[in-house]
């Protein structure tokens, strides 16, 4: 703290030393599904000096060989008004699972392909809110026979038109806007996360594939006490159309309805909710109760008799690197 020349003010000094950019990582991941897998990922938050993101991420191993990368590239700032440009080129190869229409029972068990690329422009309107235009270029690919029905070679009653119903092109345009006042993206105790998103697919693209589709999230925190945090969230899906599976609102897994298998209940319309207490354990360390409810349906109308619900307890360990999260649930 310097004198200034004002009476009663300071010059603030400070020595600064400029972060290293350059980011590598590497990491594991197990599933059911995927099995045990590698992650190896090299990446620039400032390439090149000139504020330019760029990552490449690399999958290897698992129960699905193939190629299974993605290449992402920010600019953050085009012109005078914060305009934000990303581009993301994919070839990602997984195990996949389907339930059937009601999510009752696995039908079978298939490696799935899916290669495109995405654009996406974004501007703010003002320190909490942003607008998002996304052209995404996404053929999905049914791979080989797993487990269960083949239901490529010897589909059963009612899915002779599976492979052509949900494999090909899709071409769509995405509008969103999302509002965020959170205090913390990572571990966030108050504010709000808002975000509305309309998606248009159609032949007039040169895409396989018309639909519309509509999605409304709501997230809102709440202080409790001292260090304590209620945390709510409602998740709410329209869509019309003929949507490939790829396409359809999913319910089912660790970020939508906890207790049920990943992607579980697919439909046209879907509906889910949660609730959680998180309280402290020790440093770094929160402990959560939670509650989950939702389901996805085709045909008419949202059919809240039908709400599959969830009950559990989790840890919370917030690392430099970010949150780790365990959970149970019934």
Do not use: C
């Not at 799935?112 to 607008?131: A, S, V």
């Not at 996404?138 to 487990?147: A, E, F, G, M």
């Not at 319309?269 to 109760?289: D, N």
Request: zero cysteines.
């Amino acid at each position: 703290l310097n004198p200034g020349r004002e009476p009663n003010s300071v010059v603030l000094e400070a020595n600064v030393v400029e972060q290293k950019t350059g980011v590598f990582s590497v990491g594991a991941g197990y599933s059911q599904n995927n099995g045990l897998i590698g992650i190896i990922e090299v990446g620039d938050n400032n390439f090149r000096g000139t504020g330019d993101k760029i990552k490449v991420h690399w999958e290897f191993g698992g129960n699905a060989n193939g190629n299974n990368y993605e290449l992402s590239y920010t600019r953050p700032w085009l012109d005078s008004k914060q305009t934000s440009l990303s581009v993301s080129i994919y070839d990602m190869t997984a195990e996949y699972n389907d339930y059937g229409i009601e999510g009752k029972s696995l039908i079978s068990t298939y490696d799935r392909n899916r290669k495109g690329f995405e654009f996406t422009l974004g501007r703010p309107q003002d320190e909490y809110t942003q607008y998002y235009v996304t052209l995404r270029n996404r053929r999905d690919t049914y791979v080989k026979w797993v487990s269960g029905a083949d239901l490529k070679n010897n589909p059963p009653p009612g899915y002779e038109t599976y492979l052509h119903d949900n494999f090909g092109l899709t071409r769509s345009v995405t509008l969103a806007r999302i509002f965020d006042s959170r205090d913390n993206v990572f571990n966030p105790t108050e504010g709000t996360r808002f975000a509305l998103s309309a998606e248009f697919a159609g032949h007039a693209f040169g895409g396989d594939f018309n639909y519309n589709k509509f999605t409304v999230e709501n997230r809102q925190y709440f202080k409790v006490g001292g260090k304590q945090t209620v945390a709510v969230r409602l998740l709410m899906g329209y869509a019309t159309g003929n949507m490939p599976i790829s396409g359809k609102f999913a319910v089912g897994g660790a970020d939508t309805l906890r207790g049920y298998d990943d992607d579980q209940f697919k439909g046209h319309k879907m509906l889910a909710a949660t609730a959680e207490y998180r309280f402290p354990l020790a440093k770094r360390v929160e402990g959560v109760v939670f509650g989950d409810i939702g389901n996805a349906w085709d045909g008419e109308g949202y059919k809240l008799n039908d709400l599959k619900g969830s009950v559990g307890v989790g840890v919370r360990v917030n690392t430099p690197l970010g949150p780790i999260r365990l959970d149970y649930a019934r």
